[in-house]
């Protein structure tokens, strides 16, 4: 069977260089994720201008890092739980926090509903339990931060998706399993 291998800088179409380049200069690397999207300069540069433009709406970067979290702990996806657990810390989550986000078991009843909802989201493959939309109504969000929580999912179902068919080598710290 073909294995689908991490592509160097001059492998990838011009386009996709440039896009390197950005990130390059924006995140100090490449991450092996990114560049391996990057065989396709159109599925690279749509995942980035989706994922910054949902990452604009109703969700601090700490919500969107525990919506990362969830989502890449139901699908199993390793890269991602190493990124965004790294990510989460940097935005303020402690070690532990970040585990109990894992689990969907967190004290701040306003993070407890946006998980939930995603997590009934992801299991449910788009369909969720009545009681956890109600959550997440009740905790002040509206039908706009529904449809900008389901784009976050998209986000990462897409990544968590392109390392289920790759098993690209993880350039990040791994991610503590959780008990």
């Known amino acids: 069977m073909?294995?689908?291998?991490?592509p160097i800088k001059e492998q990838v179409s011009a386009d996709s260089q440039a896009i390197f380049n950005q990130l390059h200069k924006r995140l100090g690397k490449v991450p092996n994720l990114y560049?391996?999207?990057?065989?396709?300069?159109?599925?690279?540069?749509?995942?980035?201008?989706?994922?910054?433009?949902?990452?604009k709406g109703a969700f601090s970067p700490k919500e969107r890092e525990a919506i990362a979290l969830i989502v890449s702990e139901i699908n199993g996806c390793n890269y991602c739980l190493a990124a965004h657990s790294m990510l989460a810390i940097k935005n303020g989550f402690t070690k532990e926090e970040t585990l109990s986000i894992r689990r969907a078991d967190v004290s701040d009843a306003k993070l407890q509903s946006i998980l939930q909802l995603a997590k009934s989201i992801v299991v449910n493959k788009g369909h969720a339990g009545d009681t956890e939309l109600e959550n997440f109504f009740a905790a002040g969000?509206?039908?706009?931060?529904?449809?900008?929580?389901i784009g976050l999912i998209t986000v990462r179902?897409?990544?968590?998706?392109?390392?289920?068919?790759?098993?690209?080598?993880?350039?990040?710290p791994a991610a503590e399993p959780i008990k």
Do not use: H, R
């Not at 599925?43 to 201008?49: E, I, S, T």
């Open 141 to 149: 969000f509206d039908e706009a931060a529904v449809m900008e929580l």
């Open 35 to 55: 560049a391996t999207i990057g065989y396709s300069a159109n599925a690279l540069k749509g995942f980035l201008d989706f994922e910054a433009t949902v990452n």
């Open 157 to 172: 179902v897409f990544t968590n998706y392109v390392y289920a068919l790759t098993d690209i080598p993880v350039d990040f």
């Open 2 to 6: 073909k294995t689908i291998q991490v």
